[in-house]
């Protein structure tokens, strides 16, 4: 099983703030890997899958970035509405979720 | 618009059986893969089974083999989840999702939950 390990578990910005979120795989997954995010009460939201491509209706302040073991989600100025959970999830192998980096306001 | 209405969740005794239904709209349900993900309270994300367009193939989580059964029936735009033996963990919200290059498309969840 792939193991997909993210950090920081916690990342406490201000809207306006950069936001470089990590997410790192046990073994190579290509490009195979998406970003998700997720509000309190709600379904996720996929933003980016095959690691850079942009989910339909997902703004530009959203990007990602990498390939094989190592990817970064990077949300350039936080607005209010992105204080969320984000999850990265691989499918070279299955199917497998990280443990998830929450986005607060500090 | 895709919509995604899952059906079926409630509280069940270990070892029992549920069945999850999952109706689609929006969407040409026959041509995609589909997907059950589901999530414990306060935790993370778990993919639990998918099956293939025409049925012909199924996929499952180890921990769930042998339990839970995925089927679909395109002419009804549904897909299904048969959950037997149940267990304590298998609480979780069970979400209905299309799967393309990602998890695009997810219902907004059906709560199980195992007690005695």
């Known amino acids: 099983e792939i193991v997909l390990t993210q950090s920081p578990a916690t990342l406490s910005l201000s809207p306006g703030e950069r936001a470089t979120l990590s997410c790192r795989a046990s073994?190579?997954?290509?490009?195979?890997l998406a970003w998700y995010q997720q509000k309190p009460g709600q379904a996720p939201r996929v933003l980016i899958y095959?690691?850079?491509n942009r989910a339909t209706g997902i703004p530009a302040r959203f990007s990602g970035s990498g390939s094989g073991t190592d990817f970064t989600l990077t949300i350039s100025s936080l607005e209010p509405e992105d204080f969320a959970v984000y999850y990265c999830?691989?499918?070279?192998?299955?199917?497998?979720f990280g443990p998830g980096t929450k986005v607060d306001i500090k | 618009e895709v919509q995604l209405v899952e059906s079926g969740g409630g509280l069940v005794q270990p070892g029992g059986s549920l069945r999850l239904s999952c109706a689609a709209s929006?969407?040409?349900?026959?041509?995609?893969?589909m997907s059950w993900v589901r999530q414990a309270p306060g935790k993370g994300l778990e993919w639990v089974a998918n099956?293939?367009?025409?049925?012909?193939?199924?996929y499952y989580v180890d921990s769930v083999k042998g339990r839970f059964t995925i089927s679909r029936d395109n002419a009804k735009n549904s897909l299904y989840l048969q959950m037997n033996s149940l267990r304590a963990e298998d609480t979780a919200v069970y979400y209905c999702?299309?799967?393309?290059?990602?998890?695009?498309?997810w219902g907004q969840g059906t709560m199980v939950i195992v007690s005695s």
């Open positions: 099956i293939k367009p025409d049925g012909s193939e199924k």
């Open positions: 095959d690691a850079s």
């Open positions: 999702v299309r799967q393309t290059e990602a998890f695009d498309f």
């Open positions: 929006g969407v040409t349900f026959s041509r995609h893969w």
């Open positions: 999830q691989q499918r070279s192998n299955g199917f497998t």
């Open positions: 073994q190579s997954v290509s490009s195979y």
